[in-house]
């Protein structure tokens, strides 16, 4: 039997995953080869027929799978609930952003806002910000990643402001999270593991999702950005 696993995984959780693949290696499990990307470039991949043993998604892409027989039947595994949240560079002012009036006054001082079209969080903020009247104002101004992470924009000065999940946010270093999006307009997305039909691995695979949506991953959940699903 080979002796690694290959994990594709959404980048919303990648410092959460490298941390947990990492403790699952050192207390004696099979090394997993990792390998991340967005949401809907693994969706792509995947349908395409790239060959992996597990894949950690959105909820809902899982269960596409699933449906399409990409993926195991009944193999779907919740690991963490993830919110968008907003960055500065480090050391720059903090505007206050608890209020969606707040939100708003503090999208529309900002030199640009750094986003994302092609990832969950970055397609819920371009609707949000259509359903709050300020779409054009902020786009004119607008920074849009088409990959990587929004908040390395800040670090290089493209922008002041960084909307993605808070998760991914804290992968880089130089900036800080200042919060979550206000709660009357905030989003919650389900990150899930499942199983490839394909795999010559399924047993090893399985152990692995059931020791990541353990009590034992928690801690290091909640220190990346997560929370347990």
Not at 95 to 109: N, S, Y
Not at 167 to 176: A, K, N
Request: charged content about 20%; hydrophobic content about 50%.
């Amino acid at each position: 039997m080979p002796a690694t696993l290959r994990l594709l995984s959404t980048l919303a959780v990648m410092g959460g995953m490298r941390a947990l693949c990492a403790a699952w290696e050192a207390d004696g499990g099979m090394a997993v080869e990792s390998d991340f990307s967005p949401t809907v470039a693994l969706l792509e991949r995947l349908r395409g027929g790239e060959v992996a043993d597990i894949a950690i998604l959105t909820a809902q892409g899982i269960d596409d799978l699933i449906g399409e027989g990409v993926m195991r039947p009944n193999s779907r595994t919740d690991i963490a609930r993830s919110f968008v949240g907003i960055a500065v560079k480090a050391g720059a002012p903090k505007p206050e952003i608890h209020t969606v009036d707040a939100f708003k006054a503090a999208l529309l001082a900002a030199r640009s806002v750094c986003y994302s079209r092609i990832g969950a969080s970055g397609i819920y903020f371009a609707g949000l910000i259509e359903r709050l009247g300020i779409a054009e104002a902020v786009n004119a101004r607008a920074t849009v990643a088409s990959t990587g992470f929004t908040a390395e924009r800040l670090v290089s000065g493209e922008a002041d402001l960084a909307v993605q999940q808070i998760s991914e946010l804290m992968v880089v270093p130089g900036i800080e999270v200042i919060g979550g999006l206000p709660n009357e307009v905030q989003t919650v997305a389900v990150f899930s593991a499942g199983l490839l039909t394909a795999s010559p691995q399924a047993e090893a695979a399985a152990m692995f999702a059931r020791f990541l949506a353990s009590a034992e991953a928690v801690p290091v959940l909640r220190r990346t950005g997560l929370e347990p699903a």
